[in-house]
Structure formats: structure tokens, C-alpha cells
Nanobody, 123 residues
């Protein structure tokens, strides 16, 4: 049973924009976030959003360029990525959990993961 389905990745040029989407199914997820993993590197935190949508958290390298948001039904989370750079190239994973409603950059706190969507930024 698919619980998180991510989409929206693609191949773009530096400076372009992309919007990733993550559709959740089943019982509501409270905390949701995005992580990414580049080839040969560990999975790293990108952004997180609370259940209410009032709290957000970003890794320093994406602040001012990326925006995380939730849809009206709270079952969808988006990651708007602007001014993309080649170093943003990675597989992006949606993550969610039902045990806490705040924000966390710790991947170990998220129980559910999407299948990943590739983002490639050419220079």
C-alpha cells in the first residue's frame, strides 16, 4: 500500500525552477519533510513543515530558494525550488510521520518515505 507518492522531478538548467509534490494516502500524516541524496553521499535534510503549516525548517543551503508548503487538505506537501544550482542535483525523498506534529531535520524521526524523484540541474 503506497502511503507517500512523490513526483515533479526532472532535468533543468541552473537558475530554473521545479516544484516537487508528495501525495499522502491513508490516515493523516502530521510532520512532513523533504530529504535528498546525491550519488555517493548520505541522505540529507532539505526542508520540513509542521502539521499546521505554521512552522517550517530549511537547511542553510536552500534558504531563500526553496519553499515547503502543504495543500489545503494537508495530505499533499510541496517543495518549490527556485534558482536551482548543479549542487541541488539529487534524488529527493518525501518523508512523513504520524507520531509528532512539529518539524525535525533528523531523518530517523520519519517512519514513512516516498519512492524518490530525481532532480538533475545542469550548469
Amino acid at each position: 500500500q503506497v502511503q507517500l507518492a512523490g513526483s515533479g522531478g526532472g532535468l533543468v538548467q541552473a537558475g530554473d525552477s521545479l516544484r516537487l509534490s508528495c501525495q499522502a494516502s491513508g490516515r493523516p500524516f502530521y510532520a512532513m519533510g523533504w530529504f535528498r541524496q546525491a550519488p555517493g553521499k548520505e541522505r540529507e535534510f532539505v526542508a520540513a513543515i509542521s502539521w499546521s503549516g505554521g512552522d517550517t525548517l530549511y537547511t542553510d543551503s536552500v534558504k531563500g530558494r526553496f519553499t515547503i508548503s502543504r495543500g489545503n487538505t494537508k495530505s499533499t506537501v510541496y517543495l518549490q525550488m527556485n534558482s536551482l544550482k548543479p549542487e541541488d542535483t539529487a534524488v529527493y525523498y518525501c518523508a512523513a510521520d504520524r507520531r509528532f506534529s512539529g518539524v525535525s531535520p533528523d531523518l530517523n524521526e520519519y517512519e514513512y518515505w516516498g519512492q524518490g524523484t530525481q532532480v538533475t540541474v545542469s550548469s
